[in-house]
């Protein structure tokens, strides 16, 4: 029975029914596999290919809102394990920090502050996993960087007239190079015994490190913190009472954990709210997509109330028949709304986001690991949303300002309106190389430390720092991609 009272012949139901488009397609693959078998098992192959790459595309997305969330991991506490060198302290202050620049003993006193106290202007994130002394060391550097990776790719500017050790901050700026960040490496040992003899002597000791950075002079440091240990080598004088360490290395096979200190603000709350809008959209939205029809049997015998009306509405009581035709993946990358949501919500986190992109994947080169590496990928893959929105805004624009004058007549709008998720996906593969992009960029790099020249003159200009000046290069394979 039709919803408007006639009833509907065998052949229209089955032809009107939702569904069909799933019965039509399955009825061409029948037919292609008895007239040609190699082509219909290289379509079947080619249709489970697109499918898995829908489900991965899914659980990307699940992922990224669940186990990237810096609101969950700060509220879950794994790191402020990171915290326990700091742990008795308020502040820096009485720590023989001295020889820092007035820069680096902020950063410090400031990130010792917001450790201890468990701030509300910082996440922390977990980013990857006889006599007795303790030993620390600080040091603080600005980090120059020179052009970026277009002027590398087709100038000579990364091998030609590099620094030298004794050069100061004006032979850098006159060499080409620029400030892009500063930072301060701090490194606490933990207590560990020493042998009175003077004999050098050796000791496998367990280590946090605490490197607080800045983008620009002045603004809040962002912190990387781990944990490892390290091999040292020590000469002990025992009339002196002095302790020197002649050498310290690294232990080979040993783990290092990541964390990281993110700042909070309102960006990142927007953010949050947004992609959560999104993700509530997507869902409700496809679910609804999928009762396209709603068979109705009408009794005449019966009256129903408008309450029951509007509740069969959203929840038909008789036959309610699921759509097949539009996956979710394919319902996500179609929605103007999610996706301007989503990809809304990645332009206010793509501070945090590129952060902890870097300082993974810097770790993550030497050892790979999965956990790790999915997720840098899921992070990266949030670029594609901007690809979508991209593509969106540009069919916007040009139907606004396109002189077709009827459907189809415009070829360009057929490019835009490509209904294949095939070349989306391939877009996304070249994502995953941001990364290894944002140190490419960057790899033309010199630190000037505070014992070879004061820092406190030296000025970190945003729009020279480290992620900022990547933004050109970045757009660039954007648009391209």
């Known amino acids: 029975m039709h919803p408007n009272g006639y009833r509907l012949s065998s052949r229209q139901s089955k032809r009107n029914a939702p569904g069909a488009y799933r019965r039509e397609g399955s009825s061409v693959l029948v037919k292609l596999k008895k007239d040609y078998p190699q082509l219909f098992y290289l379509a079947r192959a080619f249709r489970l290919c697109v499918q898995a790459l829908d489900l991965l595309a899914v659980i990307v997305i699940a992922v990224d809102a669940i186990v990237n969330s810096w609101t969950l991991n700060d509220y879950l506490g794994n790191g402020h394990f990171f ?6 302290a308020r502040s820096a202050d009485n720590t023989g920090y001295e020889d820092l620049s007035e820069i680096g003993q902020w950063m410090t006193n400031l990130t010792v502050s917001n450790m201890v106290t468990k701030s509300d202007n910082v996440y ?9 002394i303790k030993l620390g ?9 020179r052009e970026n990776a277009l002027s590398h790719a087709f100038t000579t500017d990364d091998s030609k007239n590099l ?15 620029t400030p892009g960040r500063t930072q301060t490496d701090m490194r606490f040992t933990r207590e560990f015994a020493v042998e009175n003899t003077s004999s050098p002597q050796s000791r496998v000791v367990d280590y946090f490190r605490i490197c607080p950075r800045t983008f620009c002079s002045g603004c809040d440091p962002v912190s990387e913190i781990g944990y490892s240990m390290c091999n040292l080598t020590l000469v002990y004088n025992d009339s002196a009472k002095t302790l020197t360490v002649t050498s310290a290395v690294y232990v080979p096979g040993s783990t290092y954990e990541l964390g990281l200190m993110l700042p909070r603000s309102s960006f990142g709350i927007v953010a949050l709210w947004a992609k959560l809008v999104a993700i509530f959209f997507a869902v409700g939205g496809y679910l609804a997509s999928r009762r396209t029809v709603q068979w109705l049997e009408v009794d005449v015998t019966k009256t129903s109330s408008l309450w029951t009306r509007l509740l069969r509405t959203v929840m038909p009581k008789y036959f309610p028949h699921l759509s097949h035709a539009l996956p979710y993946a394919m319902f996500c990358y179609n929605s103007d709304i999610f996706v301007f949501l989503y990809s809304g919500s990645v332009l206010f986190d793509l501070q945090n986001c590129l952060i902890f992109i870097r300082n993974v994947h810097v770790y993550n080169t ?18 594609l949303w901007l690809n979508c929105a991209f593509l969106k805004l540009a069919k916007i624009l040009w139907h606004i300002i396109g002189g077709a004058s009827y459907c189809g007549e415009s070829r360009l709008m057929a490019l835009l309106n490509y209904s294949s998720v095939l070349s989306l996906y391939l877009s996304a593969i070249l994502l995953f190389y941001v990364p290894p992009f944002i140190e490419y960029n960057n790899s033309v790099t010199f630190d000037l430390v505070n014992t070879v020249e004061r820092l406190d003159g030296v000025r970190v200009d945003i729009f020279e720092s480290f992620y900022f000046r990547c933004a050109t290069s ?8």
Do not use: C, E
């Open 474 to 481: 970045i757009g660039a394979g954007m648009v391209v991609n």
């Open 83 to 88: 915290l326990t060198p700091v742990a008795a």
């Open 137 to 145: 060391v600080m040091q603080d550097a600005t980090t120059f960087y």
């Open 366 to 383: 030497y050892a790979k690991q999965f956990d790790a590496t999915f997720r840098t990928f899921s992070l990266s893959t949030r670029l």
């Open 124 to 132: 922390a994130v977990s980013a990857w996993r006889k006599p007795s």
């Open 163 to 177: 620094a030298t050790a004794d050069d100061n901050h004006h032979r850098l700026l006159a060499r080409g190079y």
